[in-house]
């Protein structure tokens, strides 16, 4: 079968990257064509457009690549009507998919959703938008199963993605000795700096982490970076500060963390993944205006952290918008850092999100369902 995908940022790429492997286990005539990254690539089929060229979060930012959105969409329209794909797999990013689904529908071409948008968070009108032009939604929390179901929508739960992806890297993983020769490391323990994977995330998160950093001599700070953005945006924070930077290492560097200061998104679940405590931080356009409307009018669930949503119940600390100061970051750190039974209490809360998520395989599962809905 002929299978055309679009992920739109770094974790969709991951995910995709996964499923497509599973896929060509599940279907051996299988076909790619995708917007998508490295690691879709390197599967195979052909990368159309990388998401480094797509990922425009916060108004201010679409707004001023409003012509290369464009740009996008209708270089994806047309690529997909030339292809002439069995299924279009969406992978989350729902500005701009849930345009590339209508378009899909219009010329009857069969759309599944591999990682539902957040709209159980907000927007939760949209999914009248998803029951007309999604065929089948692929969920990977199950509050997100027990949410469609409300909207009378039936979804197929496949675990999540994220296990799968953290058990194949700790299949092959450095020593925790190999991990600190190769990037040249003392012994100080490791705190992981996970900024984001948007230029406009590090700009806005990178200058409070370093200057964390400078506060607690004690431990090498280490910034994980993303390979899609350029080395000038990370250098401009910190030359002649007292962090490291290294790409393509993530999962590495939170194998061999104490704790951790995390940008609010996929990473704050991988970083619970690996048993590391951590406070989350963000901030967008907007100031306190955004974050009054946020919280009182947008945001449903009781956290913006996905551990905490999961579990239900506030597990890690966030500082989100005028919340996050370095008077309310520092004074968390050094609960995170030297504290015992504050980071046990958090570890505990890890098991209990553990048990929530289930086992691995869920790249797998959803693949066969996928290829098994078009023996149907």
């Known amino acids: 079968m002929k299978y055309y995908l679009v992920a739109g940022e770094a974790s969709g790429d991951l995910h995709g990257s996964n499923l497509m492997k599973e896929l060509k286990l599940a ?39 409003l012509k290369t959105i464009k740009q996008n969409m209708k270089l994806c329209k047309t690529d997909l009507i030339l292809f002439k794909p069995d299924v279009l797999i969406l992978i989350d990013y729902p500005g701009f998919n849930f345009r590339v689904a209508e378009f899909a529908k219009q010329y009857n071409i069969k759309v599944f959703y591999y990682i539902s948008p957040k709209i159980w968070a907000w927007k939760e009108y949209r999914v009248k938008k998803i029951k007309r032009i999604v065929d089948r939604m692929f969920t990977i929390f ?43 490391l003392d012994n100080r323990p490791v705190v992981a700096l996970m900024a984001g994977s948007r230029v406009h995330e590090v700009d806005k998160l990178l200058p409070l982490m370093v200057k964390i950093a400078e506060q607690f001599i004690g431990f090498q700070f280490i910034i994980a970076g993303v390979t899609a953005i350029n080395l000038e945006v990370y250098n401009k924070y910190i030359r002649n500060k007292p962090v490291k930077l290294i790409f393509g290492q993530t999962y590495d560097i939170l194998n061999n963390a104490h704790t951790a200061l995390v940008a609010s998104g996929t990473a704050t679940l991988e970083t619970a993944l690996f048993d590391v405590p951590q406070t989350v931080i963000y901030k967008m356009e907007g100031g306190w205006l955004v974050d009054v409307i946020f919280r009182n009018f947008v945001l449903k669930p009781i956290a913006v952290s996905l551990p905490s949503i999961i579990v239900n119940k ?47 395989g869920s790249s797998k599962r959803a693949a066969q369902k996928m290829v098994e809905l078009f023996k149907l």
């Open 142 to 184: 199950p509050f997100e199963t027990e949410f469609y179901k409300k909207h009378n929508f039936d979804v197929d739960y496949v675990g999540n993605p994220t296990l799968d992806s953290i058990a194949e890297f700790r299949s092959k993983a450095l020593t925790k000795k190999e991990f600190f020769e190769k990037n040249g």
């Open 27 to 65: 279907d051996e005539n299988a076909e790619f064509r995708f917007f998508g990254g490295d690691l879709m690539q390197a599967v195979g089929g052909e990368l159309v457009k990388h998401y480094r060229k797509m990922a425009f979060m916060g108004v201010v930012n679409v707004v001023l690549n």
């Open 314 to 360: 506030v597990i890690i600390k966030e500082f989100i918008q005028m919340k996050m100061t370095f008077a309310n970051v520092r004074a968390e750190m050094e609960k995170l850092l030297f504290d015992e039974n504050y980071r046990k209490k958090i570890l505990t809360d890890y098991q209990r999100l553990k048990e929530i998520l289930g086992e691995t």
